[in-house]
């Protein structure tokens, strides 16, 4: 039987927070050239669970959950990052949610930066996070340092590289690798 009434859908107001929303404009301002920056991506459609059967348990733990912001690189649109805003948290009690997200990501060989709740960001905070982050990936999949894809070696002494942020000039903000060897080795590689 057809009804007149209208489906019981509405619009959600806002989509993001205004924690959220500034989040957003500052990463788009930073790794906008080289990323997308998606909100709200749900998990389970980063991640898939091997034998399912077996690991129900796990794919509980990951359905129906998203991450704050997925960075995709703008070609491929493969994911490179996971962005989470957490509650701020001191050192040794980092909520159960956030240190799963934490393990889900790593082991999976993702980066994810975990950002304190706050109502103004500051690039350079963000960048240190994003450093932290790929560290701790890179310390535990050796072999992804091999991927040139992710961190490029440095053209003037083959070092490992980091990712730094311009502090000034016309570039001010944007961010790029420089030789992790800095200010013995001037090597940089640009990010466009
Ligand atoms: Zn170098």
Redesign the pocket.
Known sequence: MTENRPLPYRLREPFLTTVELALFRLLVEIMGGRYAVLPKVALNDIFYIVRPNENVHFFNKIFRKHIDFLLCDQKSMKPRFGVEIVKPATKDSMRIADKFMEELFLDAGLPLIQIPSNDEYKATDIISLFQVAMTKVEATTPLRLNNKDSVPN??????M?VLRIQRNGTRANKIYYG????P????VVTIE
């Open positions: 440095c053209p003037k002494c083959g070092k590289m030789c992790i060897d800095n013995h080795c001037e090597g």
